[in-house]
């Protein structure tokens, strides 16, 4: 078989693996850990009569082997299973958690897709342009900034903007409020801070790592020796350098794709943008376990996938296995 | 250590002063540190400083009501009051104590369970080497934050809860670099000699491999206790981590959040003292990797 198939479908396989003892991780640590459910949920003042009640409900009274395999099960066929919040309550009004998240998800996938679509590519060129006029004013202010950014914590570059663009020059709008039906230009309009927040998180990290990748790979034998042999810089640039620099490069967007997924926790939860960040935090705090369990899993899963395709691109794109002697 | 391995006879001789010139030394390499790193070690030691003398320095108690809701900057209250009419600089320097002392032991303790599993690995190889490694690549496959919230979730947010959770998840990490420069000293002559001679594992740990391997461990920490420093700060923020009414830097913004629609920079304040701490922490950290690894960019 083809050396470069058969390491792309072993990551593959490595990948699915991983998802599946993440699941099993997700649904046991429940058992692992204390923590009285139905007493956090009813209220202190909850009769033993409907405790048990809500754990034959919501199906706590059965094994954990049983109840990770119903959930796995019906997880496989796009059932997330019942909020805690509508089994607790006797009235009979049914909350699935996949229709919780569904459309939660889109929302943040369109807040993380917009902060990606400004950051890669900025950051890529800026990232080599540090690269390459290294020890300039440029590189060391650029240097400098980065470094605060990654300091500084999300809330705390939100908020800053929020000041700046929102209160003293009222200019975008601190509430990140999108409703179904609204209109694109409208929907963008809203979430211009959010995405201005996510793109300087992430930025600052995709630029310093593709910069100390560009520098690792200029330092390398073979561009000295294209260079002592007489090749241009843009003959250097194009032919020995970049071949070799797309994998550190998709690594570097993959590892900051996935570095948003945290990201969007925080800045959902300052600019209250109904994401599935937000889901998750407020079902934390009201310990409504299938909604914190199908949030995780989502978060997780997308954050494998992003590690697994950086895997793959990197594969894929190593002319060493591409040219194979 | 050069100096020592310059003049051997020199570190023989006097042998009692060389408590000294390790501070000589030291004194010697902080006068030739370039501004960046002054300016860190200046604000680390300022917030150590705040955080020990903190109920002396606080004009009132962190948890007292003084006085109404919001009250603005200056007369009585320098930095104003907050959303309960508390005093908010008191507040900010126990924050200085509790924000940062909790962050400080969490990492600690990561350390501590973290570099032991890992020499644990690189010494003995094999099954347990392969077990750890693989429970670790596990356990990073999930987003720290996310993993933290699921865990929180289960066990209620208490500031005993929020230390352990935070310490095994980063302690992957710490994990990972210590069993990868382990790996490098363990095939080292001297190693293998004692265990020739029979020592156990734990001296093998103390006295052969954590010198070698000290440097890249002490960068380590710096950038493990900023990133454990901003996570328990995010889930405070979220309201999932250190509970009122302690002072917390994380929950002092998100109380005070409401203040910067009317263009009020107090919430900034506990943010940007966060900041602040991480950006010297990095700082020293870069200098510190310069100045032991002699890497060069």
Known sequence: ?325 | MTENAQSPHNAMLVAPIRRRSKMTRLWRALRKAPPSAWFGLIVIVVYIFTAIFAPLLAPYSETELIGGAFEPWGGKFILGTDQLGRDMLSRMIYGARNTVGIAFLTAILSFVLGGALGLTAAISGRWIDQLLSRSVDVLMSIPPLIFALVLLSIVGSSVPNLIIIMAVLDSTRVFRLSRSVAQGVVVMDYVEAARLRGEKLPWIMRREILPNIMPPLVAEFGLRFCFVFLTISALSFLGLGIQPPTADWGSMVRDNAALITYGDITPLLPAGAIALLTVSVNLVVDWFLHKTSGLRE
């Open chain 1, 1 to 325: 078989m083809n050396p470069v198939l058969r390491t792309v479908l072993q990551r593959l396989g490595l990948g699915i693996a991983t998802l599946f003892v993440v699941s099993i991780i997700i649904s046991l640590t429940i058992e692992l850990l204390p923590g009285d459910f139905a007493k956090a949920v009813l209220g202190q003042a909850a009769t033993p009569e409907t405790v048990a009640a809500f754990q034959h409900s919501v199906g706590l009274d059965q094994s954990p082997v049983v109840r990770y395999f119903k959930w796995v099960g019906g997880i496989l066929q796009g059932d997330f299973g019942e909020s805690y919040a509508s089994a607790g309550s006797l009235a009979g009004h049914r909350r699935l958690v996949a229709d919780m998240i569904g459309p939660r998800l889109l929302n943040t996938l369109f807040l993380a897709s917009a902060a990606a679509l400004i950051a890669v590519p900025l950051s890529l060129v800026l990232g080599m342009m540090a690269a390459l006029y290294r020890n300039s004013i440029f590189d060391r202010a650029v240097n400098v900034i980065s470094l605060t950014a990654i300091s500084s914590p999300e809330f705390f570059l939100a908020y800053i903007l929020i000041m700046f663009l929102a209160v003293k020059f009222p200019i975008f709008i601190s509430l990140a409020s999108i409703t179904p039906g609204m209109p694109f230009l409208d929907r963008l309009y809203a979430i211009v801070l959010p995405t201005l927040t996510l793109v300087l998180v992430i930025l600052a990290h995709m630029m310093r790592m593709t910069r100390a990748a560009i520098i690792n790979l200029l330092a390398s034998p073979y561009i000295e020796m294209s260079r002592l042999k007489g090749a241009t810089p843009k003959q250097i640039i194009m032919r020995h350098a970049l071949p070799n620099a797309w994998a550190p490069i998709v690594n570097v967007i993959a590892l900051n794709l996935a570095y948003l997924v945290v990201g969007v926790v925080i800045v959902e939860a300052v600019f209250t943008y109904p994401g599935i960040g937000q889901l998750m935090v407020d079902a934390v705090s009201k310990r409504d376990q299938p909604v914190v369990q199908g949030c995780a899993l989502v978060f997780a899963m997308t954050y494998i996938l992003l590690n697994l395709l950086a895997d793959i691109v990197t594969i894929v794109s190593n002319p060493r296995l591409l040219h194979p002697r």
